[in-house]
T-cell receptor
Framework: GAGVSQSPSNKVTEKGKDVELRCDPI?????LYWYRQSLGQGLEFLIY????????KSGLPSDRFSAERTGGSVSTLTIQRTQQEDSAVYLC??????????????FGPGTRLLVL | RKEVEQDPGPFNVPEGATVAFNCTYS??????FFWYRQDCRKEPKLLMS???SGNEDGRFTAQLNRASQYISLLIRDSKLSDSATYLC???????????FGSGTRLLVRP
């Protein structure tokens, strides 16, 4: 079956521009997560969605970062006025639900963002 | 101090060798523990969960020591295909938020 998909797979942008990253979770998965992986670093949690609501945005690094999810499915992570330190791989994951028990999170292939 | 610490490696071992990775975590409230595998330029994939009693999956054995806040992964009879980065992952209070270590890189040579 189809896994988590992300687009674009690679994005090169100029400092100061806005970018939108898209995530399509596994069909039927109500929980969706965004992580960031900088070169040589572990994954860093950004935001979590349960359905269309985001109960935890604590990992977003600044107010230039925002995310939304519509229809309980597709999610978009937007970075405004990109900076060079935003360069990283942005990974999306989904799980069947999040109800207080740990669910396996399935990751997409990521979007590699390079800010020049 | 990082919440999850791992030796970055690389561990360079011959095929057939046994290799062990260790990981320590700082939050004593951590409840769930995992090892993920990440191939170069690929997404992480769950290798195995780690249970208090220890668990085995084929050539892979995971151990948890809550008193020392320490997790280990043992790989027996290494294969070339085991070459990857192994990520130690914990979750506090069995919540949704996964906290990743930076990973240990394994290279298995012929």
């Amino acid at each position: 079956g189809a896994g988590v998909s992300q687009s674009p797979s690679n994005k090169v942008t100029e400092k100061g521009k806005d970018v939108e990253l898209r995530c399509d979770p596994i069909s039927g998965h109500t929980a969706l997560y965004w992580y960031r992986q900088s070169l040589g670093q572990g994954l860093e949690f950004l935001i979590y969605f349960q359905g269309n609501s985001a109960p935890d945005k604590s990992g977003l690094p600044s107010d230039r970062f925002s995310a939304e999810r519509t229809g309980g499915s597709v999610s978009t992570l937007t970075i405004q006025r990109t900076q060079q330190e935003d360069s990283a791989v942005y990974l999306c994951a989904s799980s069947l639900r999040s109800s207080g028990t740990m669910e396996t999170q399935y990751f997409g292939p990521g979007t590699r963002l390079l800010v020049l | 101090r990082k919440e999850v610490e791992q030796d970055p490696g690389p561990f360079n071992v011959p095929e057939g060798a046994t290799v062990a990775f260790n990981c320590t975590y700082s939050n004593s409230a951590s409840q769930s523990f995992f090892w993920y595998r990440q191939d170069c330029r690929k997404e992480p994939k769950l290798l195995m969960s780690v249970y208090s009693s220890g668990n085995e999956d084929g050539r892979f054995t995971a151990q948890l020591n809550r008193a020392s806040q320490y997790i280990s992964l043992l790989i027996r009879d290494s294969k070339l295909s085991d070459s990857a980065t192994y990520l130690c992952v914990v979750s506090v209070d069995s919540s949704y938020k996964l906290i990743f270590g930076s990973g240990t890189r394994l290279l298995v040579r012929p």
